[in-house]
């Protein structure tokens, strides 16, 4: 990910890797789902409501989606909150002095037209958060999503939307799993290839949504460096490479079928030399009249559809080999390789282009055609 997800790196080492999305972002996304909300309790569980436009967008939104409730709860140890990026061009904190700011919850269950002016707006959610209604409550612990509160929330939940810290990704999408939660969370491209999150993609229990534009967002900062060049740089904001959407909601996209228009060649989709499978380099070029297994980029993802295509599994590491990659190579075999080729390793895939030249592909995901 080079220059440009240089901060990304650094923050998920110092576990400070908390962003805060636009308000454009959530718009583009979850204008996909509006179906979904009505008469369910969505949970923000790393939103400052004072600062976060997941809250932003569920409170002024909250009649237009038919929302039951709207519950956000905000971590007491992220470096973002209390930085004050406020939703009402005020400095209303929690706590008269930064060592006093604790953790709290926010519960909405009405929005009205507070100003009386015949519309909802930011103006009536501003109004509502000071009155008797909005008034803030206090946790007992740090607001950590793990954390005994935030668990009880979580179970009174329908749907949990939220820009989650990357570095716990693995731990919070298995905690969404534990307790059975519907979802859309944004995370990092890498994800895919976490030995906890693939099975769930594999098994139709998680998928991708719908997405930022190149997989590439500006999200608002004030805490960490942009190293984004000039040409790329945004004025407040830190532009972070390979971040995707992922839920569990269905959307419309799932059940599209890929256009297949190239036939298949043994020149141009050579077989891999340690597993039954043929490579594809581009997720375009599937070939429509290929019944076996195919090695495809990361990209399908995109544009899967289960109907039309079974995830085998995912063609690295440990996964690799747990799906028969290298299975049929003797250990003088996987030397040899490996001499050939540095690179490879037992779980991936190799091959031998047309100029006999030992090639390992990336990363692969092994599927099959259905119809």
Not at 28 to 44: A, D, I, M, P, S
Not at 110 to 121: F, Q, R, S
Not at 237 to 255: A, E, F, P
Request: charged share 25%; proline share 4%.
């Amino acid at each position: 990910m080079a220059n440009n997800n240089k901060t990304l790196s650094a923050a998920g080492h110092a576990k400070k890797d908390e962003f805060y999305t636009q308000l454009v972002d959530i718009e583009n996304e979850l204008r996909h789902y509006k179906e979904h909300f009505k008469g369910k309790v969505v949970f923000c569980n790393c939103d400052d409501p004072y600062e976060s436009n997941f809250f932003k967008y569920f409170a002024i939104n909250f009649n237009h989606l038919g929302l039951k409730k709207l519950i956000c709860t905000c971590y007491a140890g992220s470096p973002v909150v209390y930085t004050q990026l406020s939703l009402f061009g005020d400095e209303e904190v929690i706590g008269e002095e930064p060592s006093d700011k604790k953790p709290y919850k926010i519960e909405i269950t009405h929005v009205d037209d507070l100003n009386g002016d015949g519309a909802v707006d930011l103006t009536d959610v501003e109004l509502l958060l000071r009155s008797v209604d909005g008034k803030p409550t206090l946790l007992k612990g740090d607001g950590d999503f793990r954390s005994v509160e935030c668990i009880e929330l979580l179970k009174e939940a329908d749907i949990v939307v939220t820009n989650p810290p990357f570095s716990l990704f693995r731990e919070y999408v298995a905690q969404l799993v534990a307790y059975d939660k519907k979802f859309i969370i944004i995370g990092n491209q890498n994800a895919i290839h976490y030995k906890e999150i693939f099975p769930l993609i594999r098994d139709n229990k998680l998928w991708l949504g719908f997405g930022f534009q190149g997989n590439v967002g500006f999200f608002i900062n004030t805490h960490y460096e942009d190293y984004a060049k000039s040409s790329q740089h945004k004025e407040g904001m830190i532009r972070v490479s390979g971040v995707m959407w992922y839920t569990n909601l269905d959307v419309t996209k799932r059940h599209e079928d890929m256009i297949l228009y190239k036939s298949y060649s043994p020149e141009e989709y050579p077989k891999y030399e340690n597993y039954d499978a043929i490579d594809v380099s581009k997720t375009a070029e599937i070939p429509c009249d290929y019944d076996g297994l195919m090695g495809v980029p990361d990209t399908f993802l995109d544009k899967y559809n289960p109907d039309q295509f079974e995830i085998i599994g995912l063609a690295e590491s440990s996964l690799g080999v747990s799906i028969g990659l290298s299975a049929n190579l003797t250990e003088e075999q996987l030397s040899a390789l490996k001499a050939e080729n540095p690179s490879f390793r037992r779980g991936n895939p190799i091959y031998r282009d047309k100029n006999g030249v030992l090639k390992k592909p990336y990363s692969r995901i092994i599927i099959k055609r259905k119809k």
